[in-house]
C-alpha cells in the first residue's frame, strides 16, 4: 500500500484487512440513542449487550463483501456470513466502549478532519463522494465514523508512548522487513457465543483430521475442499501470501509463520473457529529502518491494541446470535 494510502487510512480509522470483508459502517452514528432488543416474535440476527444487529445491516455487509467467484456451499456460504458477523458485532462492541470511555467530539472536530481527508483524496484526484460511493454509506455515517476516529485516537494517544512502538518494531521485524508466508487452511466455524462444547467437538474433529494429512491418507487441498467452512474451500484453502501482521487472525498468523514450508500446524483457534494451516512458500523479505517507518509503526502498533481490547471486550459482552 502507498504511503498515500496509509495517510489516508488513518484520517479515515479505515480498517486494512487484506481478503477479509470491508469494514461495515451501517451502526448508528456516535452519540445516537441506541437501537433496542427485537421485540418478541422479530429476533434479528445478533443482539450485543442489548444493541441489535438487523438482517438489513447484515445483508449489506455480506454484499459489500463481495461474491465469491465459486458457488457456495450452504456451509460455505453460512460461514462467511458468520465472518462479516464477527466484523459487525467488533464495531458494535467498539461504538459501544467509545461511548464509555472516550470523551465526546465536536462538530468543528469533525469538519476539520473531513476536510483533511478531502485534501488527500485531492492528490488522487477523488472527492468525499467518490469516498461514499466506494464505501457504499452516507455522508452522516461518514461522520460518525469519522468521530468515532477521533474519540479512538485521543484515547490511545495516552495509552501508547514512543518507546511502546520502538519495542513494537523490534518485536515484529518480520512483519516490518516484509517477510511472507503462503498458507492454506481449513476451518470449522464457531459462533460468537459457542460453547466449550462446540470448542472441543470442532477441535477432536480437526485433530482427527490432522492425524489423517499428516498419515497421507488425505491431500489438504481436497479436505479443504471437503470440509473447510470458508470461501477459500473451493481453491484448496488457498489463502494466498500474508505478512506477519494485520492481514489475518494474529493466532493464525502466528502459527502461519512458525510452521516450516510444507508443514501443517496443530489446531489453532481464532476469533473465526478453529483451523488447521499449511504452509507452502516463505518469501524472505528485505532490511526496514525505524526511523524512516516510525508512524506507520505506530498505526500497526495502536491497531494491534484495538484487537487485543476487542479480545477482551468479546469475553465480557453479552452476544446472541441467530444468523437466518
Known amino acids: 500500500m502507498s504511503r498515500q494510502k ?113 485534501a488527500e483524496l485531492k492528490k488522487e484526484n477523488k472527492t468525499l463522494k467518490d469516498l461514499f460511493k466506494e464505501g457504499d454509506q452516507t455522508e452522516a455515517a461518514f461522520r460518525a465514523d469519522v468521530g468515532r476516529t477521533l474519540q479512538w485516537e485521543a484515547y490511545t494517544k495516552a495509552k501508547v508512548s514512543d518507546a511502546d512502538v520502538e519495542h513494537y518494531y523490534k518485536e515484529n521485524k518480520d512483519f516490518f522487513d516484509k517477510v511472507m508466508v503462503r498458507a492454506s487452511h481449513i476451518v470449522l466455524r464457531l459462533a460468537p457465543n459457542a460453547t466449550e462444547a462446540d470448542r472441543a467437538k470442532a477441535k477432536e474433529q480437526l485433530t482427527e483430521l490432522r492425524d489423517q494429512l499428516m498419515a497421507n491418507k488425505i491431500d489438504f487441498a481436497e479436505a479443504a475442499k471437503k470440509y473447510s467452512q470458508c470461501p477459500t474451500a473451493p481453491n484448496g484453502g488457498d489463502v494466498g501470501l500474508i505478512p506477519r501482521k494485520m492481514a489475518v487472525d494474529e493466532n493464525f498468523a502466528r502459527a502461519a509463520f512458525s510452521t516450516p514450508v510444507n508443514g501443517i500446524s496443530d489446531v489453532v483457534q481464532t476469533s473465526f473457529g478453529l483451523h488447521l494451516i499449511k504452509v507452502t512458500e516463505r518469501k524472505p523479505g528485505e532490511p526496514s529502518d525505524f526511523s524512516k517507518i516510525k508512524e506507520d509503526v505506530r498505526f500497526f502498533c495502536v491497531d494491534e491494541m484495538r484487537m487485543s481490547l476487542l479480545n477482551d471486550l468479546r469475553k465480557s459482552a453479552q452476544i446472541e446470535v441467530i444468523l437466518p
Not at 489516508?8 to 480498517?15: I, K, N, P, R
Not at 470491508?22 to 421485540?39: D, I, L, M, Y
Not at 466484523?87 to 462538530?107: C, G, R, S, W
Open 6 to 118: 496509509w495517510i489516508l487510512a488513518s484520517l479515515t480509522g479505515a480498517a486494512v484487512l487484506a481478503g477479509s470483508a470491508a469494514s461495515v459502517n451501517a451502526q448508528a452514528p456516535a452519540g445516537a440513542p441506541p437501537k433496542a432488543a427485537a421485540t418478541a416474535g422479530a429476533k434479528p440476527p445478533a443482539i450485543v449487550n442489548g444493541e441489535i444487529i438487523t438482517k438489513a445491516e447484515l445483508d449489506a455487509a455480506v454484499k459489500q463483501a463481495g461474491q465469491s467467484p465459486v458457488t457456495l456451499t450452504e456451509d460455505q456460504r453460512r460461514g462467511q456470513q458468520m465472518q462479516v458477523m464477527g466484523i459487525l458485532i467488533d464495531e458494535m462492541l467498539m461504538h459501544q466502549f467509545l461511548a464509555k470511555n472516550a470523551a465526546p467530539v465536536t462538530p468543528a472536530e469533525v469538519d476539520a478532519r473531513e476536510a483533511l481527508i478531502a
